[in-house]
T-cell receptor, first 118, second 114 residues
Framework: AQKVTQAQTEISVVEKEDVTLDCVYE???????LFWYKQPPSGELVFLIR??????QNEISGRYSWNFQKSTSSFNFTITASQVVDSAVYFC???????????????FGRGTQLTVWP | DAGVTQSPTHLIKTRGQQVTLRCSPK?????VSWYQQALGQGPQFIFQ???????QRGNFPDRFSGHQFPNYSSELNVNALLLGDSALYLC?????????????FGEGSRLTVL
């Protein structure tokens, strides 16, 4: 079973629109970490945020915000006032901290291609 | 401060050949993980090296093997290449095996198998 699901394959918006990228995860661990990474055309994955399973506070960083809800196993990512430079593939990922055999391993979703048009 | 560097950036091989990909971790990092990213997919974990030993392995056949050197750099070897091995191979480094923080990724090696 897929541990991280990103149902949106592609999203297109016009500059200055707000956009939300959805992420649903599945784990039996009580301690886990959730991540968002950005992958521009260069291929390098750029770290955006990490949240642990005990901290459900929403977080805002500039135009970026994250909504973590354990009740629905979701960790959604919103970009406010999108810009052309935000165009990239965005990945949500899960790390299970309790399972000795998989510590430090990331499970990625399939990614969402975001295109922001001028 | 150099980040994660990988080589080569692109390469083309034919079925049945063998390939070696190289990774230098970010300065100060001692753990290297390898991921395979097929076109249109998310990265899939191959294995992780720490203290020159393979510590974890994903669901990949024995054709995929690796090595970590005393300077923490790493190699990924793939034998008997198949068309399905065509992908972007990403190296990630971190500090400590039990890392729940940020992984630093290189730009990857894009392998095409013809």
């Amino acid at each position: 079973a897929q541990k991280v699901t990103q149902a949106q394959t592609e999203i297109s918006v016009v500059e200055k629109e707000d956009v939300t990228l959805d992420c649903v995860y599945e784990t039996r661990d009580t301690t886990y970490y959730l991540f968002w990474y950005k992958q521009p055309p260069s291929g390098e994955l750029v770290f955006l945020i990490r949240r642990n399973s005990f901290d459900e506070q929403n977080e805002i960083s500039g135009r970026y915000s994250w909504n973590f809800q354990k009740s629905t196993s979701s960790f959604n990512f919103t970009i406010t006032a999108s810009q052309v430079v935000d165009s990239a593939v965005y990945f949500c990922a899960l790390s299970e901290a309790s399972r000795g055999s998989t510590l430090g391993r990331l499970y990625f979703g399939r990614g969402t291609q975001l295109t922001v048009w001028p | 401060d150099a980040g994660v560097t990988q080589s080569p950036t692109h390469l083309i091989k034919t079925r049945g050949q063998q390939v070696t990909l190289r990774c230098s971790p970010k300065s100060g990092h001692d753990t290297v993980s390898w991921y395979q990213q097929a076109l249109g997919q998310g990265p899939q974990f191959i294995f992780q090296y720490y203290e020159e030993e393979e510590r974890q392995r994903g669901n990949f056949p024995d054709r995929f093997s690796g090595h970590q050197f005393p300077n923490y750099s790493s190699e990924l070897n793939v034998n008997a290449l198949l068309l399905g091995d065509s992908a972007l191979y990403l190296c990630a480094s971190s500090l400590g095996r039990v890392n729940t923080g940020e992984l630093f990724f290189g730009e990857g090696s894009r392998l095409t198998v013809l």
